[in-house]
T-cell receptor, first 113, second 114 residues
Framework: DQQVKQNSPSLSVQEGRISILNCDYT??????FLWYKKYPAEGPTFLIS?????DKNEDGRFTVFLNKSAKHLSLHIVPSQPGDSAVYFC????????????FGKGTKLTVNP | EAQVTQNPRYLITVTGKKLTVTCSQN?????MSWYRQDPGLGLRQIYY???????DKGDVPEGYKVSRKEKRNFPLILESPSPNQTSLYFC?????????????FGNGTRLTVT
């Protein structure tokens, strides 16, 4: 039973355009959502997060949107740069710090120059 | 520098030969965890530890053991490796009681079992 789903295994965009990565979840107890970025030969690194009390969080070129009623979140990257090419993992957990972080399968983003 | 250190980065071994992958963090994190990443399957949790001497199974614990004798170290032990354990392994850590504390990952260990 996959609680966090990233339905697009890959995404290709042109440099300078917007990249939109999507994530759906099924567990209504999830309260905190994170995005991680992973380059080849490196571990995943934390990118941005959002708690369920918000619907938007912005950090520079990265914005995460949360639609709780639809159990859907998205990561927007504007403008996209070739260095953004990586695998992006969506993750979610309950609000308690002891809750396990559940990961999606990842979306490979390629930004073409 | 705050980091999670895994060793070795690459390991090739044969079926049945016991091995240990070490993991160490210098951030005083209570929570540590092991994941494996396989194509099309994403990151799957193997074992985790809430604190010293407290460990529990994740989603795919079969064939693995862990120990947490010290706060900073969380080794992953494969007593009798098999080819289906060929994978990319990541160790991660975070604070236990801070809900917005993200996981910090090591750079991975690529294991091949022949």
């Amino acid at each position: 039973d996959q609680q966090v789903k990233q339905n697009s295994p890959s995404l290709s965009v042109q440099e300078g355009r917007i990249s939109i990565l999507n994530c759906d979840y099924t567990n209504s107890m999830f309260d905190y959502f994170l995005w991680y970025k992973k380059y080849p030969a490196e571990g995943p690194t934390f990118l941005i997060s959002i708690s369920s009390i918000k619907d938007k969080n912005e950090d520079g070129r990265f914005t995460v949107f949360l639609n709780k009623s639809a159990k859907h979140l998205s990561l927007h990257i504007v403008p996209s740069q070739p260095g953004d090419s990586a695998v992006y993992f969506c993750a979610a957990r309950g609000w308690s710090g002891s809750e396990k972080l559940v990961f999606g399968k990842g979306t490979k983003l390629t930004v073409n120059p | 520098e705050a980091q999670v250190t895994q060793n070795p980065r690459y390991l090739i071994t044969v079926t049945g030969k016991k091995l240990t992958v070490t993991c160490s963090q210098n951030m005083n994190h209570e929570y540590m965890s092991w994941y494996r990443q396989d194509p099309g399957l994403g990151l799957r949790q193997i074992y985790y530890s809430m604190n010293v001497e407290v460990t529990d199974k994740g989603d795919v614990p079969e064939g693995y053991k862990v120990s947490r004798k010290e706060k900073r170290n969380f080794p992953l032990i494969l007593e009798s490796p098999s080819p289906n354990q060929t994978s990319l392994y990541f160790c991660a850590s975070s604070f236990y009681d801070r809900p917005n504390s993200p996981l910090h990952f090591g750079n991975g260990t690529r294991l091949t079992v022949t």
